[in-house]
């Protein structure tokens, strides 16, 4: 499955994205869908992420401001980024994993978010 990342991009703090990830297969067998962010210098680290079920879980630091969605039939995940901080300047990458144990995954490109102060 290919992942294909977009609508990262210039923001002012306060302001808001959309980051769309689309898949080439169906997403409705994939057990966990999620997002990842790299900053300049850091470890690239979970944001948000949603289980098959529905189910979301976000990273302290995005709680309250981000928030994960699908359209299975359009095979997208989503990550809707509100009252953005210059702290969330990263590159942001989607995430797949499928398996018995999730031991299967697969990473889109990744896509740039910068946020101005």
């Known amino acids: 499955v290919q992942l294909q990342a977009y609508g990262g991009g210039l923001a002012q703090a306060g302001g808001s994205l959309r980051l769309s990830c689309a898949a080439s297969?169906?997403?409705?067998?994939?057990?966990?869908m999620g997002w990842y962010r790299q900053g300049p210098g850091k470890q690239r680290e979970l944001v948000a992420i949603?289980?098959?079920?529905?189910?979301?879980n976000y990273a302290d630091s995005v709680k309250g401001r981000f928030t994960i969605s699908r359209d299975s039939a359009k095979n997208t995940v989503y990550l809707q980024m509100n009252s953005l901080k210059p702290e969330d300047t990263a590159v942001y990458y989607c995430?797949?994993?499928?398996?018995?144990?999730?031991?299967?995954?697969?990473w889109g490109q990744g896509t740039q978010v910068t946020v101005s102060s």
């Open positions: 995430n797949l994993k499928w398996g018995v144990s999730n031991q299967y995954a697969s």
């Open positions: 297969g169906s997403i409705f067998s994939f057990n966990l």
């Open positions: 949603m289980t098959s079920g529905g189910s979301t």
